[in-house]
């Protein structure tokens, strides 16, 4: 009998192990798997060329990435510039400013925001943001515009990313141990110099995480962005141009793919391309955040 | 000092205007969604299948999307919690006092959960190619399923972790084999793991970029897992790219039906969450 439980522990943790390792392995193979499919158009073209050139040609045999790459930066660098300030000015104010009733009403809309698909996002933007632009804010600028451009992705991808800083930084802010506030208060420095030269510094190191984070998950976004940015596969020269990020063209021509020589193998090369910075990018706010909640425990 | 006391009311004043603006764009969002899906709402697009000649206009509804997107989000949260259990309980349980090598995993669930949902779509296109599966039901639910097996496993790892750590030691120096220990936290986290399956669910529900390249899109509800499904994100962006006024319309209010759909999902957890951090402590 007693045997008979340990047997079972024993075959129990053998196959959790082969379950977690099969899980984890996803990783690997994800990116062994792109890699392998992209070997074709890696053989045909340098990374330099597939990179550099904006040749996109796809019956030549022409796949140039730049125009996306800088479609991808385009829209990612605006919904930051949008959200960043935004974000932060909110997290301060929920955690030193709101008093604990308007903060477990505030909290809920930022889950709720975070829950919203992304699909509703883009009918959102088409419905809502697209008019704003064309109507109202684009011509102060230009002489015409159609809405469609990397500023509404940025726009749309800005309110995405909201609850994922907002949560962040709050809890970053929250390990900030209250007696460094209070001796800056206690010193007649007021509540915005406190934050200010406390606050923020204390706290960079999980803002920078936060941003990070945010900046690999606005790269991914996909039918959102898609459905606000136009898709015109040109280089973008003002935020009222349309653009065609990496992930929508991924999306887009999906439905020709295997018709076309080399073309699954460029797109492929696309998501790869995708997986390797947004890897990275994770892994690196992921490492500072828990150096972050070490420091806390110390 | 009073140009001290007016940066202070400044900022002061920027960060409510801010509170109100990242809170605030929740409610404009619902608040279109509500304004342009709600007069084109009516039975028929959640009880009927599209008719013929739905994509110009005439009768029909989204029922195909409706069940199709059940099924994908459905087939793909009981899979993941096949695999998700498991791993959280190994991680905790039989893992416990390996610190190195249950960070280093916890990290890799962290970046499996940052990977973009197209990512995992290629993947598991990817895979179907491999293995000679054509766009199915099974393809998008593998594909799902490897979208939601990091959400689960860190949701129902952080669940575990309030678990008391001295009812491990009770049930230890009982004589409990660590398998039979498990087995208790798991009766201990099951108001967890049901928000863990909420959170699944509500995600992959809502997901486009995974299902676009490997469920397929039908008119009919698949009878089979080799069928090809429709899903409601997909019907709503296929819809809105027509110039049809009327299956714009319908567009809308399909968004309408998936907002309000994942809206009492997500509640339903957080509610959850909230009772079930109120028992732990």
């Known amino acids: 009998m007693q045997s008979f439980r340990l047997i079972k522990d024993k075959i129990y943790s053998k196959l959790m192990l082969v379950l977690t390792l099969a899980s984890v392995s996803i990783v690997i193979l994800i990116g062994v798997g792109l890699y392998y499919k992209s070997i074709p158009v890696l053989h045909k073209l340098s990374w330099g060329t597939l990179l550099t050139s904006s040749q996109w040609k796809p019956l030549k045999g022409l796949f140039g990435f730049f125009p996306f790459i800088m479609g991808t930066l385009w829209v990612t660098a605006i919904s930051i510039i949008i959200a960043l300030p935004l974000c932060l000015l909110t997290s301060f104010y929920i955690t030193e400013y709101a008093s604990s009733r308007i903060r477990k009403i505030l909290v809920p809309f930022v889950n709720l925001l975070s829950g919203i698909p992304p699909v509703i996002f883009g009918v959102w933007g088409v419905l809502f943001i697209i008019p704003l632009i064309q109507n109202n804010i684009a011509p102060h600028f230009v002489e015409f515009s159609t809405g469609y451009s990397v500023l509404a992705g940025g726009i749309v991808l800005a309110v995405m990313i909201f609850p994922l800083i907002v949560s962040i930084v709050c809890e970053v802010l929250n390990t900030i141990p209250k007696e460094l506030k209070d001796a800056s208060l206690a010193l007649g420095a007021t509540k915005w110099e406190t934050i200010r030269k406390v606050s923020i510094r204390k706290a960079s190191p999980g803002i920078i995480a936060a941003v990070v984070l945010a900046i690999s998950r606005a790269f991914g976004e996909t039918i959102a962005v898609l459905m606000v940015c136009g898709n015109n596969a040109v280089v973008p020269h003002s935020v009222f141009d349309p653009g065609y990020p990496l992930p929508a063209l991924i999306a887009n021509n999906y439905g020709e793919m295997l018709s076309i020589p080399m073309y699954e193998s460029a797109l492929m090369f696309a998501a790869l391309l995708l997986f390797i910075i947004i890897f990275l990018f994770n892994i690196i706010s992921r490492i500072i955040l828990i150096r972050v909640e070490r420091r806390l425990a110390a | ?281």
């Open chain 2, 1 to 281: 000092m009073i140009r001290r006391k007016l940066e202070e009311n400044f900022f002061r004043v920027l960060m409510v205007l801010a509170t109100i603006a990242v809170a605030g764009s929740f409610f404009l969002i619902v608040g279109t969604i509500f304004y342009k899906g709600v007069p084109f709402m009516n039975w028929d697009m959640i009880t009927k299948i599209p008719g013929g000649g739905f994509y110009i206009g005439k009768e029909g509804g989204v029922l195909n999307a409706i069940v199709g997107s059940l099924y994908v989000a459905g087939g793909a949260t009981i899979l993941g919690l096949l695999v998700s259990i498991p791993v959280a309980i190994y991680i905790n349980m039989y893992l416990s006092g390996k610190n190195f090598i249950v960070n280093s995993l916890r990290i890799i669930f962290d970046v499996l959960f940052g990977i973009p949902s197209i990512v995992y779509g290629a993947f598991g296109f990817l895979i179907m190619v491999y293995f000679g599966i054509r766009a199915s039901l099974l393809g998008g639910i593998l594909a799902v399923t490897l979208l939601v097996i990091p959400i689960l496993v860190r949701t129902l790892d952080e669940v575990i972790r309030t678990v008391p750590r001295e009812l491990r030691d009770v049930s230890l120096s009982l004589g409990a084999t660590r398998w039979e220990m498990s087995k208790v936290i798991l009766r201990q986290i099951r108001p967890g793991i049901f928000t863990a399956i909420l959170l699944s669910f509500g995600r992959g529900i809502g997901d486009v970029a995974s299902v676009l390249f490997t469920a397929g899109f039908s008119d009919n509800i698949p009878t089979s897992l080799h069928q090809p499904a429709a899903t409601l994100p997909l019907a709503i962006f296929f819809q809105l790219g027509s110039p049809v006024e009327e299956v714009q319309g319908r567009a809308y209010a399909s968004a309408l039906i998936l907002t309000i759909v994942v809206l009492i999902i997500t509640v339903l957890s957080s509610v959850l969450s909230k009772r079930f951090s109120k028992n732990s402590i």
